[in-house]
């Protein structure tokens, strides 16, 4: 059974004053639809419905040098500082959609870790979606080094993380912290671990006008003679606090991740190089070149890379997420996922985004499409589209909707297929169409 979606049953409210800025803030958090994604909306300015707003992705992360202690998301002027903290926490929670809402260009440092946002969202209440969660399992190592701190990722079957530290002083020599990350020792191991600086840089911080929101209660300050006016939760904790950091800048990749993360004396500006080389690795698994492979005769359930590997489609025109049954040469139900960051959105009725009843229509010949070809006799071949016939649409589909989509054949023979279609919403049909397909060799498309 796949893992579901999680947004929050219900709404949280924090207030409190950014680290770097100073600036008091109120951060509320709102349910959100699956599929949506985590999406940041500055509440104080003017723009649409009076606000502006962006996803918490790759595309979304900004390099500000007037802030370098943070990782700062946003489009053009419009930004959000030090949002590390909480999308560890989302990360830590498994999160997947959230409305974040702030009234200012930072987000609340509260204590200087995690445990405020954790325990105002579970305070909310966390609530499985419908969706399956969305996962991008890295296929083969990279890295970036700089100087002598290094970060490297490597293929693994769940989250992991080893971070080692190791500073010029005393109490930040020789640190070691590895976990595997989920949620029992996100909120136990991590989430309570506080941001901290040596005693001469908060100097020179407050010299170049940041840090204006830190004291000695949310930052741990590192004088020659220990910690200062205040104690730690941990032994370890800055290291825990640097795995805390990391695992929100990798939380930017739009979803979670799967493999074990090596890093020593790594801090924001290689995780999000790294984060960079990941999403590289990601897009270009999105557009292999298409060489067909078949997974063992007994599969019923196939996930992207899988389809991938049966269809020839790639983004932006791979239309199917995961197949959850198939009867290969008989019948099979997909899922797709409509999200706002579709790209047929940005034209299509934008202003009240529709999905084309023509995309519905190549979802559920895709779909038909993985029927087919996992079926033995039509191993090495494509499908194409002949006709389709008894078109109906019965319903609009919009973003945070999940298409199911239910194929039946009807004939099948070496070079022609026929097959019915039905794609839901719930139990509300949206589409339906009978389609016929022929097939030539896979050798066509090189």
Known sequence: MFEKQKTIKQAATLSGIGLHTGHPVQVTFQPAPQNSGIIFHRMDLPGLNGQAHFPAEISSVMIDTRIPRCTTIGKGETVIHTVEHLMSVLCGLGIDNLNVELNSNELPGLDGSGQGFLSALLCAGLVEQ???????????????????????????????????????????????????????????????????????????????????GANYDN??????????HNHLRFS???????????????????????GHVYAVKSGHTLNVALLKKIHQQKVKLEHKPYVPSYPPAGQRQFDIAQIMNILPHRYPFLLVDRVIEVERGKKAIGIKNVTINDNF??????????????????????????????????????????????????????????L???????????????????????????????????????????
């Open 404 to 446: 199911f989509l239910e194929v039946e054949v009807i004939r099948d023979r070496a070079k022609t297929a026929q097959i019915r279609a039905i794609a839901k919403v719930g139990e509300e049909i949206a589409a339906e169409a009978e389609m016929m397909f022929s097939f030539t060799e896979a050798s066509y498309l090189d």
């Open 236 to 258: 370890d904790e800055f290291a825990r606090h640097k795995v805390l950091d990391l695992i929100g800048d990798l939380y930017l990749l739009g979803m979670p991740i799967r």
């Open 219 to 228: 930052t741990l300050v590192v004088g020659d003679e220990g910690i200062m």
């Open 130 to 212: 419908e969706s399956p969660k969305n996962y991008f399992s890295v296929q083969e190592t990279v890295g970036v080094e700089l100087g002598g701190s290094s970060i490297f990722i490597i293929p693994a079957p769940d989250f992991r993380i080893s971070y080692t530290l190791d500073y010029p002083h005393p109490l930040l020599a020789s640190q070691f912290f590895s976990a595997k990350i989920d949620e029992s020792t996100f909120a136990r191991e991590i989430a309570p671990c506080r941001t901290f600086c040596l005693e001469k840089e908060a100097e020179e911080l407050k010299r170049l006008g940041i840090g204006k």
């Open 345 to 402: 959105f940005q034209g299509h009725f934008p202003s009240r985004p529709i999905m084309p009843g023509v995309l519905m229509i190549e979802a559920m010949a895709q779909t038909a499409g993985v029927t087919f070809l996992t079926n033995e006799q039509h191993h090495g071949k494509v499908a194409f589209f002949m006709a389709v016939d008894k078109v109906k649409f019965r319903r609009v589909v919009v973003p945070g909707d999940q």
